[in-house]
């Protein structure tokens, strides 16, 4: 399976509309539910009036369409990087799955990975 890093610093953050999104920018994602309205965006395109924010995530994803039928795919790349002590921040769109981790972590969990087989791109 193969994973394709994501060359830019993400933040996770908190926002109280989508006005101040950028939504032009290429990489984006909003979550919204009765509790909160979140976002993951490059650092550089986070909103001025975040109400919580946290910097510092780089990510890659899973290369490919992923068909529904594919169980367990986030289950076992997150098992692997918690075994080796990395907390992951998962994003999930209707064709894959993405995984951020902290900055400091980024190496370290593509090379765990690569160990486990996986392909970096």
């Known amino acids: 399976m193969e994973l394709k890093t994501m060359e830019y610093n993400l933040s996770v953050c908190k926002v109280t509309d989508i006005s101040d999104i950028n939504?032009?920018?290429?990489?984006?994602?909003?979550?919204?539910?009765?509790?909160?309205?979140?976002?993951?965006?490059?650092?550089?395109?986070?909103?001025?009036?975040?109400?919580?924010?946290?910097?510092?995530?780089?990510?890659?994803?899973?290369?490919?369409?992923?068909?529904?039928?594919?169980?367990?795919?986030?289950?076992?790349?997150?098992?692997?990087?918690?075994e080796h002590k990395i907390g992951i921040f998962a994003v999930s769109t209707y064709n894959t799955d993405y995984i951020l981790v902290k900055e400091e972590n980024f190496e370290r969990s593509l090379e765990v990975l690569i160990a486990e087989g996986y392909t970096v791109i």
Not at 55 to 66: H, K, N, P, Y
């Open 23 to 82: 939504l032009t920018s290429d990489f984006y994602f909003v979550g919204k539910t009765d509790e909160e309205l979140s976002l993951v965006c490059k650092t550089e395109d986070t909103p001025q009036n975040t109400t919580e924010r946290e910097d510092g995530w780089r990510g890659f994803r899973i290369q490919g369409v992923l068909d529904f039928s594919m169980i367990g795919i986030l289950s076992k790349l997150s098992g692997i990087l918690a």
